[in-house]
């Protein structure tokens, strides 16, 4: 069974950075393709970032293109997901979620992850 586990959410001001990280333990890592979802009070699980067993193919919402960078560190089991110039829109519970076959054509539907991680809470002030 593969556990995934968040760190790195905090509270920040509008503007700032911050990195969470998703570790995987339990399966074979390298071989997933791994997600970022995020989900605010009030309203539905939204995607965020994907990025393919080999990293090869990243995908972003709109919302959060420019600004933020998934990666990910197979040796070391894990997802990464870089945000920058946050803005109090960002606020969320941030999930990551694995797939050990990921298609692409379903990477920004919450339905096509099969592991999910509890969540790391992401608060930006204005």
């Known amino acids: 069974q593969v556990q995934l586990v968040e760190s790195g959410g905090e509270l920040v001001q509008s503007g700032n950075s911050l990195r969470l990280s998703c570790a995987a333990s339990g399966g074979v890592f390298s071989s997933y393709g791994m997600a970022w979802f995020r989900q605010a009070p009030g309203k539905e699980r939204e995607f965020v970032s994907a990025i393919s067993w080999s990293g090869a193919n990243i995908y972003y919402a709109d919302s959060v293109k420019g600004r933020f960078t998934i990666a990910r560190d197979n040796a070391k089991n894990t997802l990464y997901l870089q945000m920058n110039s946050l803005k109090p829109e960002d606020t969320a519970v941030y999930y990551c979620?694995?797939?050990?076959?990921?298609?692409?054509?379903?990477?920004?539907?919450?339905?096509?992850?099969?592991?999910w991680g509890q969540g790391t809470q992401v608060t930006v002030s204005s």
């Open positions: 979620a694995g797939s050990p076959e990921m298609s692409i054509a379903f990477v920004r539907s919450p339905r096509e992850y099969n592991y």
